[in-house]
C-alpha cells in the first residue's frame, strides 16, 4: 500500500467541520489555539458553529480549512498513519506543504489569511466568473475559451478530473465561454457561486503580493514531496516551493495530471484529510482502481485507520 495524502481547498468549508478533533484531541485543539492567536479572533468556534456568511469569506475560509485540516491530521500522525507524497487542490497546497514540514503553522496561517485578502482585493465585486464544464474533452474548452477570449479573459482554470474543467475569468467572457460550450455539446455547464475568479490571469496582483509575503517566511525542505497544482510535478525543495505557491494563483490547477503521475509512480491509496469529499470524488473519477479513503470525524478517521491496518 503506497499511501498519498490529499488536502481540499476553499469551497470544502461548513459549519461544523473538525468539530469532533478540536472536542477530543488535545493536539487539534493546539491547532487552532496557534491559528486563533494568529488570526485574532476564536477560528475554532467559527469551524464549529459558523455563521456560515463569516466562514464563507474567503480571508476567514483559507486559514478555517487549513487549520481545520491540520486538526484532522494530528491525531492521525499520533496513531502513526503516514504517507509518502501529499497534494493539495488549491488553498490545500499550503496544508500539504504544512503536513510535510515546510511551513510553521504560524506561518501558514498568516500567509492563507492574506492570500485570500489579496485575491479577494484583486477583482471588484461581480466584475469575474467561475464556471465548470462537464462533459467536455480538455482540447475542446480550450478551443472554446480561445473562441470567447474576444470578449475578455477566460481560460480553463482547473483540469479537475476527466470531463470536468473549471473556467474564469472575466463575466462577459465566461458567460460567452459557458453559450459557446453548451452549443458545442457539453453535457452541463454551471456557474460557480465563488467570489473570486480562481487560478487565471486576474490574479497576477495577487500573486505578487503573496509573492512579497512569501519571502519574509522561513520555508523548509519537506519530509515528504508534495505533488504541485502549477505543474503537478513532485517537489521536495524549500526553494521551488515559493515559486509554485506564487504561479498557482494565476495558472490553471492540473488536479488530474497530479493524481496521474502519482499512480506512475505506484500510489494506489489516496487519503482526502480535512472537510469534505470533493477530492475522493475527483481521484475516484481519474483512477477507478484506487483506494480512496476520507477523514473529517471521527466515524471516517476509525474507518480509515482500519482501512489500512492500524
Known amino acids: 500500500m503506497k499511501i498519498a495524502f490529499m488536502f481540499p481547498g476553499q469551497g470544502s468549508q461548513y459549519a461544523g467541520m473538525a468539530k469532533e478533533f478540536i472536542e477530543n484531541y488535545q493536539e487539534s485543539k493546539e491547532v487552532f489555539d496557534v491559528a486563533s492567536t494568529v488570526v485574532g479572533y476564536d477560528l475554532a468556534q467559527l469551524c464549529m458553529a459558523g455563521p456560515l456568511e463569516q466562514l464563507n469569506m474567503t480571508e476567514n475560509t483559507q486559514p478555517a480549512i487549513l487549520a481545520a485540516s491540520i486538526a484532522i491530521l494530528r491525531p492521525l500522525e499520533r496513531r502513526g498513519l503516514t504517507a509518502e507524497a501529499a497534494a493539495g487542490h488549491s488553498l490545500g497546497e499550503f496544508s500539504a506543504i504544512t503536513a510535510a514540514g515546510g511551513f510553521e503553522l504560524k506561518d501558514a496561517i498568516s500567509l492563507v489569511r492574506l492570500r485570500g485578502r489579496y485575491m479577494q482585493e484583486a477583482v471588484p465585486a461581480g466584475t469575474g466568473l467561475m464556471a465548470a ?3 467536455m474533452e480538455r482540447s475542446d474548452v480550450e478551443k472554446t475559451c480561445l473562441e470567447a477570449a474576444k470578449n475578455g479573459i477566460v481560460a480553463p482554470a482547473n483540469y479537475n478530473s476527466p470531463g470536468q474543467i473549471v473556467i474564469a475569468g472575466e463575466k462577459q467572457a465566461v458567460e460567452k465561454a459557458m453559450e459557446l460550450a453548451k452549443a458545442a455539446g457539453a453535457k452541463r455547464v454551471v456557474p460557480l457561486m465563488v467570489s473570486v475568479p480562481s487560478h487565471c490571469a486576474m490574479m497576477k496582483i495577487a500573486g505578487d503580493r503573496l509573492g512579497k509575503e512569501l519571502e ?12 504541485n497544482n502549477a ?3 513532485f517537489l521536495e525543495k524549500a526553494s521551488d516551493l515559493r515559486p509554485s505557491l506564487i504561479k498557482q494563483i494565476s495558472s490553471p490547477l492540473y488536479w488530474e495530471d497530479s493524481i496521474r503521475n502519482m499512480i506512475a509512480r505506484g500510489f ?4 482526502e484529510i480535512g472537510p469534505g469529499k470533493v477530492l475522493s470524488s ?3 473519477r481519474i483512477a477507478k482502481d484506487a483506494k480512496v479513503l476520507n477523514v473529517e470525524d471521527g466515524k471516517s478517521m476509525n474507518d480509515t485507520l482500519v482501512a489500512v491496518g492500524i
Not at 216 to 227: A, E, M, N, R, T
Not at 268 to 271: L, Q, Y
Open 133 to 135: 464544464i462537464l462533459g
Open 216 to 227: 519574509k517566511v522561513v520555508l523548509s525542505d519537506l519530509s515528504i514531496p508534495i505533488v
Open 231 to 233: 505543474d503537478a510535478k
Open 268 to 271: 494506489d491509496t489516496f487519503i
Open 282 to 284: 475527483l481521484v475516484r
